[in-house]
């Protein structure tokens, strides 16, 4: 068994062979490190929710996002506007694709907004005609602790998806 080694023993050893305790002068290092990771700790919080690198944040949920190619013209996706795209899911931690309308040649139309996973509704919003995004999505947001055993999705599983945008029928109170 290894011996357990507190964050004070680690930012002030003892001389070996000796009893001593880590020199006066130490303390004013003390305060600065606390003070520091008081000063990261919103930061800190943020990283652990960054997901993979490259990917953006989205305000107001977990699930990050990467462009793999820019959509174009006007329109975006917003809530209740008719969305029909491909789309492709797999299990981070597994690595197995569960779901894609690729392997079938049939898109996937839903309501933007509803209809889908959290963190595919966050995830879809804003995107043009012919974007292509990767979603990284919690469990928080997609199957939660429960998973989707029947599609190989285990509890707690992270989802990444990758969502091309096909068409987009606006909701008629946007016309």
Known sequence: LKPVVSSQQLLFPRPRNSTAM?????????????????ALGPWA???????PAGYLPITGVQTTYKVVKEGTGDAVVRDNDRVKV???GIV???GKKFWSTKDTNQPFEYTAGKGVIK??????????????????????????????PAWGIPPGGTLDFEIEVLEIGKDVADL
């Not at 879809?124 to 429960?146: C, F, H, S, T, W």
């Open 22 to 38: 880590a020199p006066a002068r130490a303390r004013p290092l003390r305060i600065c490190l606390a003070a520091c990771l008081v």
């Open 86 to 88: 491909h789309a492709t």
């Open 92 to 94: 981070q931690e597994t």
């Open 119 to 148: 963190g595919w509704a966050a995830g879809g919003d804003g995107m043009r005609l012919g974007e292509v995004r990767k979603l990284n999505i919690p469990a928080e947001e997609g199957y939660g602790p429960q998973g989707f």
């Open 45 to 51: 919080t943020c990283v652990a929710h960054a997901g």
